[in-house]
């Protein structure tokens, strides 16, 4: 007597036997009441060393389908298609098709993105209309590139590893995540017409504006979902733009030839008005694109410390567009969104500033961070600190009562100085050749030349007085007809220091000026 062939048990055990055959272990459910007919376990590499960091073997759930006939296809409950997309185990749907005439072919599709957002844009429907889920059916179709007859465990086991170690993760995002493309919820409001300037500023997340009769419907794959609405007669809004575009923001100064260049980001919106918000780590510029007005926001506060190059870059930004016309270019994908030119701001602290800070970087290649706060209360020691280091063309004379125990024929001075600024302290030796010696009077004098600062970098921590002085000593003894002073600062003032000489003096004695 015929009998109708047991199609999917018979798929289920074919399944079983070709893992077994592949070397991994199949472990076969009796019933099926979890959306899974098998667990796939892969063993571990047996030769991995060292044995105790081994990782687990993969693993995954398979549910098996059979079909005879023509199509491709099957479905599977949508209570199964939620437990497979939100759990972080890896699934895949296995079908065994019997075409009417010719061989059984074996297809499989890994439960990843596609099939993921359908399976919860299918859900989202049905809950919607009230149905249940475990009476409703996704349909799952196969074509030709998910054939895996020949090659179907070891096609699931580089499916798995081609995902990454962090595959979990990576499939929980894309199950939180799909949907929400066009927004997590559509909004209504209403606002005075004189506040639409401020509405379009909220939307690039620029302030907060009052509105009213306020409506709030969350969404996923454009459905709304009334049970969660929210109202309000009136309500404070806020926001933040959806996406920001990598951009480019250029200034140049009239007359100038090169412009400041800056990395930032860029937003739009046209609802209520047009405006674009142009963000970087040291601006905001705020254009409206129906007036073509342009508003300039420093990001910059007097007692935060940044990295100095920072600090640089940012003070000479702001001494540029203080101390003439600007030129400013917004470039983002290749063209230029914006260009026009800006009116001179009336602030002369920051021309005043950035020689200061440009000759401190010019000391440190360190990042060292320091606030303007920092520097205005160092500006006294950093101006003679400058002096003493730096200015040029500035006539400079050394006097020495004990004529006596000074060397003769001393080619160049080197000096030290050092000025704290902050937290940080920064060091120079200092350079200046010996234009000319005169020892006709009771005080021997030194004309010196323009200064050359031969070391310098900024230091911060305990025990630096002894670091600078051995600084010192190793370039004073890697010379040669040279004076030196280990801190000129004193000098200056009128006190004694103490003299030191390098190789090439008949007497290298320690002297007092």
């Not at 249940?132 to 499916?159: N, P, Y």
């Not at 290749?334 to 021309?351: E, L, N, P, S």
């Not at 801190?487 to 190789?503: K, L, M, Q, T, V």
């Amino acid at each position: 007597m015929g009998r109708k062939p047991r199609v999917d048990k018979a798929s289920e055990y074919e399944f079983a036997t070709i893992c077994a055959n592949a070397g991994v272990y199949p472990q076969v459910v009796n019933e099926d009441e979890t959306g899974w007919d098998c667990l796939v376990e892969f063993p571990p590499d047996p030769n991995f060393v060292p044995a105790e960091a081994q990782p687990a073997g993969l693993s995954a759930y398979a549910q098996i389908k059979s079909t005879i006939g023509r199509y491709r296809s099957t479905s599977i409950t949508l209570s199964n298609a939620r437990r497979m997309a939100q759990q972080g185990h890896p699934w895949f749907i296995v079908l065994f098709h019997r075409p009417a005439s010719g061989e059984r072919r074996i297809y499989a599709r890994h439960i990843w993105g596609d099939l993921i957002t359908e399976s919860l844009k299918a859900i989202r429907l049905a809950d919607l209309a009230g149905e249940k889920l475990h009476k409703r059916t996704l349909a799952i179709s196969f074509d030709g590139s998910d054939d895996h007859t020949e090659d179907l465990v070891q096609w699931i086991e580089q499916t798995i590893i081609a995902v990454g170690v962090d595959y979990q993760s990576k499939k929980l995002n894309i199950f939180r995540s799909v949907g929400y493309e066009e927004g997590h919820a559509s909004i209504k409001f209403s606002f005075q017409v004189e506040n639409a300037d401020e509405v379009a500023k909220v939307f690039l997340g620029i302030g907060e504006v009052q509105i009213q009769n306020f409506e709030f419907v969350p969404k996923r794959f454009g459905l709304p979902d009334k049970r969660g609405q929210l109202l309000a007669g009136t309500a404070t809004l806020t926001a933040s733009p959806a996406t920001w575009y990598s951009c480019q923001i250029r200034i140049r100064a009239k007359n100038k030839d090169t412009p400041i260049v800056i990395p930032g980001k860029a937003a739009f919106t046209t609802f209520p008005r047009g405006y674009a918000r142009f963000s970087s780590e040291f601006l905001d510029l705020v254009w409206s694109t129906s007036d073509n007005g342009v508003q300039f926001n420093s990001k910059i506060t007097i007692e935060e410390r940044r990295s100095l190059g920072a600090l640089v870059a940012h003070v000479r930004l702001l001494t540029l567009v203080t101390s003439s016309d600007t030129d400013m270019q917004i470039w983002a994908g290749g063209r230029r969104i914006y260009g026009g030119r800006a009116r001179k701001a009336a602030d002369g602290r920051w021309h005043q500033l950035y020689p200061v800070l440009e000759f401190l970087r010019s000391l440190s290649t360190d990042d060292v961070e320091l606030s303007i706060a920092d520097v205005v209360r160092a500006s006294a020691e950093l101006g003679r600190f400058q002096e003493i280091a730096a200015v040029r063309g500035v006539a400079c004379t050394l006097e020495f009562t004990d004529v006596e125990r000074v060397p003769v024929g001393a080619e160049r001075l080197l000096y030290s100085a050092q000025v704290t600024v902050g937290s940080a302290t920064f060091f120079a030796i200092v350079e200046r050749p010996v234009i000319r010696e005169d020892a006709t009077g009771p005080q021997k004098h030194f004309a010196l030349g323009d200064p050359r600062i031969i070391e310098s970098y900024a230091a911060t921590g305990d025990g630096l007085e002894q670091q600078f002085q051995a600084d010192f000593e190793r370039e004073i003894n890697q010379s040669f007809l040279t004076l030196g002073v280990a801190d000129i600062r004193p000098a200056f003032e009128g006190h004694e220091i103490r003299i030191y000489g390098s190789p090439g003096f008949d007497r290298l004695d320690a002297i007092n000026s």
